[in-house]
Nanobody, 124 residues
Framework: VQLQASGGGLVQAGGSLRLSCAAS????????MGWFRQAPGLEREFVATLSRNGGSTTYAGSVKGRFTIARDNAKNTVYLQMNSLKPEDTAVYYC??????????????????WGQGTLVTVSS
């Protein structure tokens, strides 16, 4: 499975961006999809995840209420809508896919496939 992330860029605090991640697989519906991020000098952290049918979502506390994860299974694509961006959201954002159980969704090591990352920079 190959994942191609896009949509990053430079935005002012309070602004919005939408990230996209397209997957090259015929079995996209079998994968839990997630977004992680890594800021300079910090470890990769969980941002959001979405169940196979899109019916269940989980967010990190730092982004809950501002970010929305969604998927279009017909297009093999997962999105991350980011609103009310803050400078502390600055990071490289990675999409990821896993076929493991839902309870493993927070753990980066549970994800089998990763996109190349897209840089989001939020200026103050």
């Amino acid at each position: 499975v190959q994942l191609q992330a896009s949509g990053g860029g430079l935005v002012q605090a309070g602004g919005s961006l939408r990230l996209s991640c397209a997957a090259s697989t015929r079995t996209y519906n079998n994968y839990i999809m997630g977004w992680f991020r890594q800021a300079p000098g910090l470890e990769r952290e969980f941002v959001a995840t979405l169940s196979r049918n899109g019916g269940s979502t989980t967010y990190a506390g730092s982004v809950k209420g501002r970010f929305t994860i969604a998927r279009d299974n017909a297009k093999n694509t997962v999105y991350l809508q980011m609103n009310s961006l803050k400078p502390e959201d600055t990071a490289v954002y990675y999409c990821a896919a896993t076929r493991k159980v839902w309870s493993a969704r927070f753990d980066a090591t549970a994800y089998d496939y990763w996109g190349q990352g897209t840089l989001v920079t939020v200026s103050s």
